[in-house]
């Protein structure tokens, strides 16, 4: 699918990969791009610079997203892109809480749900559209230093499989970008395991550059680092020395930290 012409929404879309994807999908001719985020000045200023349409939405909150996709098809008619893209990571594994838990998983792949169950109906009666979830490398691999988002991706992953399963040969496109790691706020250069894990950073225009390539090719995975196709590949030929290769790497990543924080 090409851009131009389309209404498109973007969660998440006043800062990082979101704002990249705004931007761009502007650049290509999209006939309004609306601009939903949390963070309601973050939007107007994404907004103002592209004469897009800034909605606050908490993609956590049902009726929030129900009421971001009316808005839209009240003042543009219809939605052809919609792309869940806000997300969240908290770190820690068994000790994290369960209201962090409960949060990742609303913001993370709840988002997700509400919007397919607030625009699929219509988009099936427009004759199509196209789903992008903004999942993570996290979501086929694993991130080491978050059970949480590890599962919570895992989960996005899972359900736009599904969506495409189900809605694919009604004319809904369903497509997953997995990033490894992506120059925004949510890198934490300070942590030693995400510095390991994305040693090759890259910038939120690389990811909406290679969204739009693989929109024209309808595909559903979405890789701008092509390094993961090929950890993805050795996890699904011998899981258990994916799984092995993987304690190694911790057991050095965990070292170094403990290390770090001694010193
Ligand atoms: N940065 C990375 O390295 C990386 C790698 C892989 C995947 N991702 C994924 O990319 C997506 C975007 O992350 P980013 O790196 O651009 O982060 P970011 O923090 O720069 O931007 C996230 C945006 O989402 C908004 N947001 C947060 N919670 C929200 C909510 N409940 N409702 C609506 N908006 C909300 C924030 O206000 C912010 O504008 C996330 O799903 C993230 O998991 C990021």
């Not at 990249?20 to 309004?32: S, V």
């Not at 994404?46 to 996709?69: F, M, P, T």
């Not at 599904?162 to 809904?172: E, P």
Request: proline share 3%.
């Amino acid at each position: 699918m090409e851009p131009v012409n389309k209404v498109v929404v973007v969660t998440g879309g006043g800062n990082g990969i979101g704002a990249a994807l705004c931007r761009r999908f502007a650049a290509e001719g999209a006939a309004k791009v609306v601009v939903a985020d949390i963070d309601f000045v973050l939007a107007q200023n994404v907004a103002a610079e592209i004469g897009g349409l800034a909605v606050a939405c908490n993609v956590a909150n049902e009726a929030d997203v129900k009421s971001l996709v009316e808005t839209v098809i009240d003042t543009c008619g219809r939605v052809d892109i919609f792309i869940s893209n806000a997300g969240i990571t908290v770190k820690g594994g068994l000790d994290c809480p369960n209201e962090d838990w409960q949060r990742m998983w609303d913001v993370n792949v709840m988002s997700r749900l509400f919007a397919a169950r607030a625009v699929v109906p219509q988009m099936l009666e427009q004759g199509g559209g196209y789903l992008i979830h903004t999942a993570s490398a996290a979501g086929v691999l694993t991130e080491i230093g978050s059970a949480s988002y590890s599962a919570t991706k895992h989960a996005d992953v899972a359900l736009a499989e599904w969506l495409s399963v189900c809605y694919g040969r009604q004319g809904i496109d369903v497509s997953c970008i997995c990033p490894l790691g992506v120059a925004t706020d949510m890198l934490d250069d300070d942590d030693p395991i995400h510095r390991y894990l994305h040693l090759h950073v890259i910038t939120p225009e690389e990811v909406a550059e290679c969204v739009v390539q693989a929109m024209r090719e309808k595909r559903f995975l979405i890789l701008p680092h092509p390094d993961v196709a090929d950890f993805f590949a050795m996890k699904t030929n011998d899981h258990d020395q994916w799984i092995r290769g993987m304690q190694r790497l911790r057991q050095k990543l965990t070292r170094a930290q403990t290390r770090r924080y001694a010193a």
